[in-house]
């Protein structure tokens, strides 16, 4: 019998955890998060006594355990929930330390923050001066500045690889004067329609749909009155995070499929209309984290692509099978292209 691959190891489950097992697991078949995360790459920018270090560091070993391991082996997280509980005081997301079943969304959000807030450090800037003919010109240059604003004092290499730009016009109905505005993320949320069994790239738009403001305040006509929130894509980032709104602020999960995703998905559809990034609109998922059970008692697992041996594998905790395929259906929760 053939050796078992390597890079397709399980996390032991150390008390209700499998939340954060499968995210591990689907973040890091992100190749150059992996590369990222080996020794002599993130360990050369790590800030110096900063409140995430550690756990950092426990993350990165862990990752590196992983790319090396077969699914006949486990990591047991000992060291990095040690460094986890010390993190999360006073974030906001403490609650995650305590030992009972959690989102993986949260999980995914406070782990993503964390790595690039002990990897950031000031960088300079530079924005090509230009005659601004266009309109498209004179946005483009308004996207620059604000991700410069964003991250000049806080650039992490995860930026260029996680970040994307929303295009928001705000439109009044009096005057019809557009304001545009833009705003970075680092994943982006999708909603379910009425369709029994919306595709994503539905699910996205609902997501994005026209909103109306009340008591606006145009600068044009200086009058208060109604306006149209339009949100669109200006760019997306190397690896996409896309998150389906599946548990609602009543307290309910909501059970349906989505259609079943091919390798790759084109998202042009997405992109504003005057955006110039929108070439680059095909996406190859990557890997999946599932939700399986009711919000109250339910279970995580992860399917991911091993790029080594083509195919899909299924990581629920310390076990690891191999998948003829993967499967999209009520289950489907976080996925990442």
Same mark, same amino acid.
């Given at each position: 019998?053939?050796?078992?691959? !390597?890079? *397709?190891?399980?996390?032991? =489950?150390?008390?209700? #955890?499998?939340?954060?097992? $499968?995210?591990?697991?689907?973040? &890091? ?24 270090? !550690?756990? *950092?560091?426990?993350?990165? =070993?862990?990752?590196? #355990?992983?790319?090396?391991? $077969?699914?006949?082996?486990?990591? &047991? ?40 807030? $002990? ?219």
């Amino acid at each position: 019998m053939a050796n078992a691959p !390597e890079g *397709t190891g399980g996390i032991v =489950n150390v008390g209700f #955890t499998c939340y954060a097992n $499968s995210t591990i697991q689907a973040l &890091r078949h992100y190749k150059n998060v992996e590369n990222l995360l080996q020794e002599d790459t993130y360990t050369t920018i790590l800030k110096k006594d900063f409140k995430y270090n !550690e756990l *950092t560091k426990q993350f990165a =070993n862990m990752i590196q #355990t992983l790319s090396k391991i $077969s699914k006949n082996s486990s990591v &047991r997280p000992g060291g990095f929930w040690s460094e986890f509980d010390k993190a999360s005081h006073d974030t906001g997301f403490e609650h995650l330390a305590s030992r009972q079943p959690h989102d993986a969304h949260e999980f995914l959000m406070f782990i993503l923050d964390a790595l690039h807030e $002990s990897l950031c450090r000031k960088v300079t800037m530079n924005i090509t001066q230009m005659e601004l003919r266009t309109e498209k010109q004179k946005l483009q240059q308004k996207s620059l500045e604000v991700w410069k604003n964003q991250f000049e004092k806080m650039y992490s290499p995860l930026v260029n690889i996680l970040f994307g730009i929303y295009h928001i016009q705000v439109i009044c109905t009096k005057c019809n004067n557009v304001s545009n505005n833009f705003d970075t993320f680092n994943m982006l949320k999708a909603s379910f329609t009425d369709d029994e069994k919306p595709n994503l790239l539905e699910c996205l738009l609902n997501e994005m749909s026209d909103e109306t403001i009340e008591g606006y305040q145009c600068d044009n006509c200086k009058e208060k009155t109604v306006a149209k929130k339009k949100q669109r894509i200006w760019k997306l980032p190397t690896n996409l995070i896309i998150v389906l709104k599946r548990f609602t602020y009543d307290g309910r999960k909501i059970t349906k499929s989505i259609q079943p995703i091919l390798e790759s998905v084109d998202l042009k559809q997405i992109y504003s209309d005057i955006s110039p990034n929108n070439k680059n609109s095909e996406f190859r998922l990557i890997s999946i984290v599932d939700h399986h059970g009711s919000i109250n008692g339910g279970h995580y697992t992860a399917q991911a692509f091993n790029k080594s041996e083509k195919k899909w594998f299924l990581y629920d905790d310390q076990n690891v099978h191999i998948l003829d395929n993967h499967h999209i259906g009520q289950s489907t929760y976080i996925l990442f292209f």
